[in-house]
């Protein structure tokens, strides 16, 4: 047998059309995942949405009503058959860190493990290294910053060397400041020591700047699933644009594959005449031009038509400006966000152009 005729390993973590319901409601509705070793998925969607019951039914601690879990193509969970969570070689990491406060941090770190004294404490002080807090190994959790709570719940989470990493919020307590440090600081060792990590997280930022692949979950259901790059690129659906930026929304009716606009027609290929469609776009793709005159731009191939508004009211949020602008042809109030100081004033006219490449045409729900 050949090196390419080997078969794939399973993967790491592999979820089945899992479904949990609650008074008859469906707050987990038929999601399925995989996740390889070494890998990173976020789990991303809104408050409610049934990220954190999900997470349970890996960990053990809530029983889903249908579907099945794998681990390294095991099964661990269906409805019938049950490991006990203790025996699921699953780490778990919450936000309020739950450390022991009556024990130090090496004891805390040594909670789950088993064996020789010696090699514990090897253990400990390895993962204690790893996260800079090794000075503080006698120490206990009161005296620590909640940066480095963070940081020691990690090294517990992660001294029986788990398989799977499941992390509900973790960084959601902590500072602004610190959490870009500690989320790059705990993403390194993560990846060190290979375990496959699911990430739940409401926020776009987080999961963007850790997920290897990003499941965006909504009303129970993922409803895309794939690279970061490609969920925010290729979006599925308004709200999917939506839930990790500001976005602008035109109207229009679908004739002859062509939607009129304020900024020019949009292709719609294949959508049959007289649908209603929205044409979707982020701020930062607005492009902005002084009134010269009463006249603007000349319309390109890449921006199209350019349309004039007139400004309402700018905002300095620290690195951009946000502009918002009453626009001439139909009333419509459009943003725009222009990198660092940029602040006219009310009522000035101004032409605004559209990237056509980061413009979504989508039927109305």
Same mark, same amino acid.
């Given at each position: 047998?050949?090196?390419?005729?080997?078969?794939?390993?399973?993967?790491?973590?592999?979820?089945?059309?899992?479904?949990?319901?609650?008074?008859?409601?469906?707050?987990?509705?038929?999601?399925? @995942?995989?996740?390889?070793?070494?890998?990173?998925?976020?789990?991303?969607?809104?408050?409610?949405?049934?990220?954190?019951?999900?997470?349970?039914?890996?960990?053990?601690?809530?029983?889903?009503?249908?579907?099945?879990?794998?681990?390294?193509?095991?099964?661990?969970?269906?409805?019938?058959?049950?490991?006990?969570?203790?025996?699921?070689?699953?780490? @778990?990491?919450?936000?309020?860190?739950?450390?022991?406060?009556?024990?130090?941090?090496?004891?805390? $770190?040594?909670?789950?493990?088993?064996?020789?004294?010696? &090699?514990?404490?090897?253990?400990?002080?390895?993962? &204690?290294?790893?996260?800079?807090?090794?000075?503080?190994? *006698?120490?206990?959790?009161?005296?620590?910053?909640?940066?480095?709570?963070?940081?020691?719940?990690?090294?517990?989470?992660?001294?029986?060397?788990?398989?799977?990493?499941?992390?509900?919020?973790?960084?959601?307590?902590?500072?602004?400041?610190?959490?870009?440090?500690?989320?790059?600081?705990?993403?390194?060792?993560?990846?060190?020591?290979?375990?496959?990590?699911?990430?739940?997280?409401?926020?776009?930022?987080?999961?963007?700047?850790?997920?290897?692949?990003?499941?965006?979950?909504?009303?129970?259901?993922?409803?895309?699933?794939?690279?970061?790059?490609?969920?925010?690129?290729?979006?599925?659906?308004?709200?999917? $644009?939506?839930?990790?930026?500001?976005?602008?929304?035109?109207?229009?009716?679908?004739?002859?594959?062509?939607?009129?606009?304020?900024?020019?027609?949009?292709?719609?290929?294949?959508?049959?005449?007289?649908?209603?469609?929205?044409?979707?776009?982020?701020?930062?793709?607005?492009?902005?031009?002084?009134?010269?005159?009463?006249?603007?731009?000349?319309?390109?191939?890449?921006?199209?038509?350019?349309?004039?508004?007139?400004?309402?009211?700018?905002?300095?949020?620290? #690195?951009?400006?946000? $502009?918002?602008?009453?626009?001439?042809?139909?009333?419509? &109030?459009?943003?725009?966000?222009?990198? #660092?100081?940029?602040?006219?004033?009310?009522?000035?006219?101004?032409?605004?152009?559209?990237?056509?490449?980061?413009?979504?045409?989508?039927?109305? *729900?």
């Amino acid at each position: 047998m050949t090196a390419q005729d080997d078969p794939k390993p399973a993967p790491r973590l592999e979820v089945r059309s899992l479904i949990r319901r609650f008074e008859g409601r469906a707050v987990v509705d038929d999601v399925s @995942l995989s996740i390889e070793a070494g890998q990173v998925t976020c789990l991303l969607g809104p408050s409610g949405c049934g990220k954190s019951t999900t997470l349970r039914m890996i960990a053990g601690v809530e029983m889903q009503d249908s579907g099945e879990i794998y681990v390294d193509g095991k099964l661990i969970c269906d409805t019938v058959f049950r490991v006990p969570p203790e025996r699921r070689q699953i780490g @778990l990491m919450f936000q309020d860190f739950a450390l022991f406060p009556h024990l130090s941090v090496a004891d805390n $770190v040594a909670f789950g493990l088993k064996g020789a004294r010696d &090699l514990k404490r090897a253990r400990v002080e390895e993962l &204690l290294n790893k996260v800079h807090l090794k000075r503080f190994i *006698d120490g206990y959790p009161h005296e620590l910053s909640g940066g480095e709570q963070q940081r020691v719940a990690l090294a517990r989470a992660l001294a029986p060397r788990p398989r799977i990493m499941l992390m509900d919020e973790p960084f959601s307590g902590l500072d602004n400041r610190l959490r870009d440090g500690i989320r790059d600081d705990t993403l390194s060792l993560l990846k060190e020591e290979d375990a496959a990590v699911l990430l739940v997280t409401h926020e776009p930022d987080e999961a963007m700047r850790m997920a290897d692949e990003i499941a965006l979950m909504r009303r129970g259901r993922i409803v895309q699933q794939g690279a970061p790059y490609n969920v925010y690129t290729r979006p599925a659906d308004k709200a999917a $644009v939506a839930f990790f930026s500001d976005v602008n929304v035109l109207q229009a009716q679908v004739n002859g594959a062509l939607a009129d606009t304020p900024f020019g027609q949009f292709l719609a290929p294949g959508v049959p005449d007289g649908t209603d469609v929205e044409i979707v776009f982020r701020p930062q793709h607005v492009k902005l031009d002084f009134d010269r005159k009463g006249a603007g731009p000349l319309p390109t191939a890449s921006t199209g038509v350019a349309a004039r508004g007139v400004v309402q009211r700018a905002r300095f949020l620290g #690195n951009e400006s946000l $502009v918002e602008f009453r626009m001439d042809v139909d009333g419509a &109030l459009l943003k725009a966000t222009v990198p #660092n100081v940029f602040m006219p004033e009310p009522g000035r006219a101004m032409w605004l152009t559209v990237r056509r490449d980061r413009c979504f045409v989508l039927p109305v *729900d």
